[in-house]
C-alpha cells in the first residue's frame, strides 16, 4: 500500500496531476466541452481561434440594426429623456408645461405684476408636478431605462469588431457578402466584454412596443422590425442564458475563473426632471426680479444723486473682491450699498441735513428739550458712520492691518487650509462691520425721519407746540423751513427704499 502511493505522488511529482496549472487546464478543457455542446461553435479550441461563424452571427444583427444606428446618431442624446417625458405628459400637464416656460413667464411679466406672476407660476408648477404619482413616475422611468439599453445596444461598434474578420468591409454597405476568416481570440476579448456590457440588461420578456412607438414618432418609422427585433432578443438570450461569450472569454484569457455579473440597472429621470423644470421657472423669475430691482435702483439713483454713475469706495469695491470670488473663498458682499451711503452722508446729510438740523435743533426752543434728542442724536451718529466707512475702507489697503493681513495669507491658501480659514474670517468680519453700519443708518434715517414728520404735523397747527419760535426760525428761514422739512423728509424716505433693494444681514457669529 505504500509503496503504491510512493509511486502516484512520484509520477503526479513528474506529471503535475494536481497542479495549479493542471487543474487549470482541466477547467478549460471542461469549458470548451461546454461550449461545443451549444449551438453555437464560435471557437477552436486547438487553434485558439475565433470561428467565421461567430462573425456571421454578429453580422446578421449589424446588418439588422444598421438603419437604427443612423436614426440614434442623428438623435441628441440629451432629447431622449425629453422625448420620453413629454410622450406621457398630459394635456393638462403639457399646458401647464407651457406656462412656465422662460418665454411664457417673460411675457406673463409684461403685463402683470412680477408677484403676481410668482404666485401663477407656482400654481402652474403645482398642477403640472401633482400628476406624477408613483405609477406614472416608475412607468416613465421603465420606458427610458429600455429606450437607453435599446439605444446602447444598437450603438455598439460591431462593424469595428467585424472588420477584425474581414478587413475589406465596408460601414453600412451591405451590397457584397463578407468574407470572414478565423482570427485570433485575443483580438475580440475586449469587444466581447463591452457587448456583454450593452446586451445583458436588455429586457427579455417585457414588451418593446413603447419605445419603438416613440421612435417612430421621432423618425417616422420603426428603427427596427419588431418581428427581427425579436429574433434578435432571441438569439442574444440564447447567449446569455448559455453563457457563451463567458465561456468564449474563460478560453480566450485562459482564466476559468473569470465571471463577470451584468445586472440591469434601473435609471431613474422624473425626479430629476421635475427639478429641472422647477429651477428654469425660478431662474427666470429670479433674473425677472433682479432687473427690475435693478430698475428700480436706477430710478433712485437718479432721483436721489441724479446719476447713476456714483464713485466707488477706494478698497471694498467688485474689483478688490474679485481675487477671494476667484479662489471661491468669500467676496465683499456690499461695495454698492456702502458706496451709495457714503456719498449721501457725506454730499447730503452733512450739507442740506446739517443745515436744516442746525435751524431745528439749534435755533428751535423745544417745548422739551427731549424730543429734540432722538434727531440730534441720529443726525450726529449719521455723520460719524461716514468716517466709519471711510475707516473700514482704509483698513483694507493691502499695506495696512486687514488688507495687508488679507494680501500676506492669499498665495497659501491652496495649500494652507489655516491662511484660509484666516481670509474667509476677515471677509465675514468686513462684511458684518458693513451690514451694521448700512442697517444702523437705515434705522437713523427713520428715526430722523418720524421725528421730522411729527414737527411737520405740528408746525401746520394754529399754534405748534413742539417748537415755540416756530415762526422766528422761518423767517430765519427765509420762509422754506416747512419745504425743507419735505425735501429732507422726502429724500430720507428715498435712500431707505434704495437700501432695500439690497439684501443685508449681520452675520453675528462674525
Known sequence: MGNRNFFKDLLNSFFGGNSPEAAKKRALKNIAKNLSKTKYHFYKTSSNEIDPSFAKFFYEIYKAISPAQAMIQSINP?????????????????????????????????????????????????????????????????????????????????????????????????????????ISGTYVLEDLKNFMDVAWSLPFDSSWDEVFKLIKKVKGVDPVSPGVWKKILARIRYLKENRIVEMLIQLISEDPSY???????????????????????????????????????????????????????????????????????????????????????????????????????????????????????????????????????????????????????LPR????????????????????????IILGSVNLFITYGKNLKMVLEDCIKPHPTLIRNWKDIDHFAEGKLKQMCISVYKEFFSFVSLMQNFHIEVNEDA
Open 78 to 182: 440629451k432629447a431622449f429623456k425629453r422625448i420620453v417625458i413629454d410622450n406621457s405628459l398630459s394635456d393638462k400637464q403639457l399646458e401647464s408645461l407651457g406656462n412656465i416656460s422662460e418665454l411664457a413667464i417673460i411675457d406673463a411679466a409684461k403685463k402683470k405684476p412680477l408677484k403676481e406672476v410668482f404666485e401663477q407660476t407656482k400654481l402652474y408648477m403645482d398642477a403640472f408636478s401633482s400628476e406624477f404619482d408613483s405609477n406614472k413616475i416608475s412607468a416613465i422611468d421603465g420606458v427610458y431605462t429600455k429606450l437607453m439599453g435599446f439605444v446602447n445596444f444598437v450603438q455598439f461598434d460591431y462593424f469595428f469588431m467585424l472588420k477584425k474578420f474581414d478587413s475589406s468591409l465596408k460601414e453600412h454597405n451591405f451590397s457584397n457578402p463578407p468574407r470572414f476568416i478565423p
Open 259 to 409: 465571471n463577470e455579473v451584468y445586472a440591469a440597472k434601473d435609471l431613474y429621470i422624473v425626479d430629476d426632471f421635475i427639478t429641472e423644470v422647477k429651477k428654469q421657472a425660478e431662474n427666470t423669475l429670479t433674473a425677472l426680479k433682479e432687473k427690475q430691482t435693478e430698475g428700480k435702483i436706477e430710478v433712485l439713483l437718479n432721483q436721489i444723486f441724479g446719476t447713476t454713475q456714483i464713485e466707488k469706495l477706494k478698497f471694498y469695491t467688485e474689483a478688490g473682491s474679485a481675487p477671494f470670488e476667484r479662489k471661491e473663498i468669500g467676496k465683499f458682499e456690499y461695495c454698492e450699498p456702502l458706496s451709495y451711503l457714503k456719498k449721501f452722508i457725506l454730499d447730503y446729510v452733512k450739507k442740506d441735513v446739517k443745515e436744516l438740523s442746525d435751524i431745528l435743533l439749534v435755533r428751535g426752543e423745544w417745548a422739551n428739550q427731549e424730543l429734540a434728542a432722538p434727531m440730534s442724536e441720529a443726525f450726529h451718529q449719521l455723520v460719524e458712520n461716514a468716517d466709519k466707512i471711510i475707516a473700514l475702507d482704509n483698513s483694507l489697503d493691502d499695506s495696512v492691518d486687514l488688507g495687508l493681513k488679507m494680501k500676506t495669507h
Open 413 to 436: 491658501t491652496e495649500r494652507d487650509k489655516e491662511s484660509r480659514n484666516i481670509i474667509h474670517s476677515t471677509l465675514n468680519f468686513v462684511n458684518t462691520s458693513a451690514a451694521k
